[in-house]
């Protein structure tokens, strides 16, 4: 499991999507971002534009997907449960 925010995954906020795969936190986001264009929030309607405008250029698109990909795949495994690294700790 990995966390990464709205902001991070070209949003406008601070809110933490958590998932195992990509795919998965970046469809999360995209609901997110969905639900906060519904609302008409003008931060993310400006991001939302943002990746609009990305989204015609596909090259750029795709580069921009595999950045965060990457960026998703470099973070470590459930940096939000210290819990869990003590009990490995303790157990080694
Ligand atoms: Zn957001």
Redesign the pocket.
Known sequence: MKTMN?KQLG???E?KFQANSFDEIAEMSKQ?GME?FQKQDES?LKAIHEIQELMQKPEAMKEWFENKKIEFESLPEGNYSPLRSEIKQKSS
């Open positions: 709205c949003g406008a906020c809110k997110h906060m993310h």
